[in-house]
Nanobody, 126 residues
């Protein structure tokens, strides 16, 4: 079992920044992928970004390139999502996900991930 704890989020003004964190605990192993998805009024589950270990390979959705940056600390089993230049359409519940493969075939596919966090709300005011 793996547990995920997400922190960060909240109410942010448009143009501002926010940093989300997600820490995995339990039987994580050494090869895994952690990702961020978000739920918006338009999409139930939209892939945002992922990072896999070993190697720290990253995967980003085209829609967020340039504003969203995923990073992580393998030693801490923690992944971060830095979001800059926030827009009202970034308002969403952001979910952390954990996959048991270090080289995901389709990192944007929710089925790659076995464990999910509770989600953290990011609200961007205009």
């Amino acid at each position: 079992q793996v547990q995920l704890l997400e922190t960060g989020g909240g109410l942010v003004q448009a143009g501002g920044s926010v940093r989300l964190s997600c820490t995995a605990s339990g039987r994580t192993g050494r090869m895994y992928t952690m990702a961020w998805f978000r739920r918006t009024p338009i999409q139930e589950r939209e892939f945002v970004a992922a990072i896999s270990w070993p190697g720290s390979s990253t995967y980003d959705a085209d829609s967020v390139k340039g504003r969203f940056t995923i990073s992580g600390d393998n030693a801490k089993n923690t992944v971060y999502l830095q979001i800059n230049s926030l827009k009202p359409e970034d308002t969403a519940v952001y979910y952390c996900a954990f996959g048991l493969r270090g080289r995901p075939t389709y990192p944007s596919d929710p089925s790659e991930y076995t464990y999910w966090g509770q989600g953290t709300q990011v609200t961007v005011s205009s």
